[in-house]
């Protein structure tokens, strides 16, 4: 059984757009964020529309920004975490593309980076489009609780982005590379608390990036930057452990996509969290990074914790995932 | 299959509850305690206008206060400010009947996206309902506790 895979092509990534809420726009990266929305319903009547609108937007300036147009892009590849993934679906009824949703919650984005990358490697596709998107009045209600309930947020609770990304990745043009990645597996350390995802999903990336680590050959002094998805301050701590107890030390150059996207001074907890957390800040910050040369080699890790309300209803544990892919400048 | 006790691993559970952050229990019960407070001051002080001004009294006059509170309570949660003290207060805010009205206000508001049938009216008891159905339930355990004590003793 092998599950890391290398792309002999390299398929690039040649544009990239982002979209992101008020909030966001506040956050660190938010100067860099392409369209900062004001209002977070999008002038649209509810959450789900906008969180639709949001995506939508991302992907139409995504295929601009890769001096691309419609009818080039073969394929896109999108998710988000509301039930029947339907800010992608209804994002991509606007397209008269190919579309492949993909849902493996807040890892959809290097899930499908990695498919994405596999169909262009393989010679399927010239041109695919990968997106993902979340919104926090969106998934708030689908989880938890209505937005007007007056509750209170535990200390290890985290806040759901609301924005997204989108980048086209294509087997021709100017960009960073795509060598390769590790598909992940379900992992599932017996974590309950749904108000705790950083600590459901830190084994899944300590199993991802371990096994990137041995079956590549790579150790984590081959990359300038690891990056996760959406562990968040506690997540991202637990990762560490895991790692260091399997003899890797990620100290120096993780970065969690999480914990960088709010203030501090936000009180958001953990940080970030949900599908758009990665997607968004790869597209504002990370990718510049890499156009720039900034960082030149980035091994990119978002993770989701595949839970629903159901399922936490009825007493199970956490599966969580993490897809990694490797990027190189 | 593998069910959701094969999973649980132990030592890294217990390296989570060692590392995750605690809740403050002092600052938590401290806020609690002051505004849930000051809402029972305005529920008193509102039944003393009512008692001075309109002359009630009795349960006719709990009705009233209890009515005159819902009604604060769901006028602040339209307003968007109840969700907001209770981020502050915690139980402060959920315990008085204030927090009823809210529990019932904020989903009707949030599922009006849904219709007024299947939305508002279908979802507006989601975080109420447990509340009714318990304190029914107890309401009637306690009334048969009452009677069979009554009728012995």
């Known amino acids: 059984m092998k599950r890391t895979v290398f792309f002999k092509n390299a398929p690039r990534i040649v544009g990239v757009s982002s979209v992101g809420g008020p909030k966001e726009c506040a956050g660190c990266i938010g100067d860099r964020i392409e369209i900062k929305l004001s209002d977070d319903k999008f002038g649209e009547k509810s959450f789900e529309q906008a969180e639709s609108k949001i995506l939508y937007t991302a992907i139409k300036n995504a295929i601009h920004n890769a001096g691309r147009k419609e009818a080039d892009v073969d394929v896109i590849l999108a998710g988000d975490l509301l039930n029947q993934i339907?800010?992608?679906?209804?994002?991509?009824?606007?397209?008269?593309?190919?579309?492949?949703?993909?849902?493996?919650?807040?890892?959809?984005?290097?899930?499908?980076?990695?498919?994405?990358?596999?169909?262009?490697?393989?010679?399927?596709?010239?041109?695919?489009?990968?997106?993902?998107?979340?919104?926090?009045?969106?998934?708030?209600?689908?989880?938890?609780?209505?937005?007007?309930?007056?509750?209170?947020?535990?200390?290890?609770?985290?806040?759901?982005?609301?924005?997204?990304?989108?980048?086209?990745?294509?087997?021709?043009?100017?960009?960073?590379?795509?060598?390769?990645?590790?598909?992940?597996?379900?992992?599932?350390?017996?974590?309950?608390?749904?108000?705790?995802?950083?600590?459901?999903?830190?084994?899944?990336?300590?199993?991802?990036?371990?096994?990137?680590?041995?079956e590549s050959g790579k150790t984590p002094e081959n990359y300038d930057m690891i990056v996760t998805g959406d562990l968040g301050a506690l997540g991202s701590r637990l990762l560490k452990d895991l790692l260091w107890e399997k003899g890797y030390d990620v100290n120096k150059n993780h970065v969690d996509c999480g914990e960088i996207i709010y203030n501090i001074s936000e009180k958001e907890f953990q940080g970030g969290s949900g599908a758009g957390c990665s997607s968004l800040v790869f597209c504002a910050y990370l990718y510049e990074k890499l156009l720039n040369k900034k960082i030149d080699k980035m091994l990119f890790a978002a993770t989701g914790a595949l839970l629903s309300s159901v399922s936490s209803g009825q007493g199970e544990s956490i599966p969580a995932i993490a897809h990694a892919v490797s990027i190189e400048a | 299959m593998k069910t959701a006790k094969d999973c649980v691993n132990e030592n890294y559970l217990s390296l989570v509850s060692m590392t995750a952050p605690k809740t403050d229990e002092k600052r938590s019960l401290f806020?609690?305690?002051?505004?849930?407070?000051?809402?029972?001051?305005?529920?008193?002080?509102?039944?003393?206008?009512?008692?001075?001004?309109?002359?009630?009294?009795?349960?006719?006059?709990?009705?009233?206060?209890?009515?005159?509170?819902?009604?604060?309570?769901?006028?602040?949660?339209?307003?968007?400010?109840?969700?907001?003290?209770?981020?502050?207060?915690?139980?402060?805010?959920?315990?008085?009947?204030?927090?009823?009205?809210?529990?019932?206000?904020?989903?009707?508001?949030?599922?009006?996206?849904?219709?007024?049938?299947?939305?508002?009216?279908?979802k507006m008891f989601t975080v109420a309902g447990p509340i009714i159905v318990f304190g029914v339930a107890a309401s009637v355990l306690v009334g048969l506790i009452y009677f069979v004590i009554y009728r012995v003793f």
């Open chain 1, 86 to 214: 339907i800010s992608a679906t209804f994002a991509a009824r606007n397209f008269s593309t190919g579309y492949l949703g993909l849902y493996t919650a807040c890892a959809t984005f290097t899930q499908s980076i990695l498919t994405g990358g596999a169909l262009i490697d393989g010679g399927y596709v010239k041109n695919a489009v990968c997106a993902t998107s979340s919104h926090f009045s969106s998934a708030e209600r689908q989880y938890r609780y209505p937005l007007e309930l007056g509750s209170t947020r535990p200390p290890q609770a985290q806040w759901t982005v609301t924005g997204a990304g989108a980048l086209v990745i294509s087997n021709k043009g100017k960009g960073p590379k795509v060598t390769g990645g590790t598909i992940g597996r379900v992992v599932d350390y017996g974590v309950t608390d749904v108000n705790n995802m950083g600590a459901a999903m830190a084994p899944a990336a300590a199993d991802t990036l371990y096994t990137h680590f041995i």
């Open chain 2, 31 to 122: 806020r609690a305690f002051w505004v849930g407070g000051a809402i029972c001051s305005v529920g008193q002080g509102i039944r003393l206008i009512f008692s001075e001004v309109l002359g009630l009294s009795g349960d006719e006059l709990a009705a009233y206060v209890s009515v005159a509170l819902i009604f604060l309570g769901s006028f602040l949660t339209g307003l968007g400010v109840y969700d907001r003290i209770g981020k502050y207060a915690g139980g402060g805010s959920i315990v008085p009947i204030t927090g009823f009205a809210n529990s019932v206000v904020s989903p009707a508001m949030e599922f009006k996206t849904e219709g007024y049938v299947y939305g508002t009216a279908a």
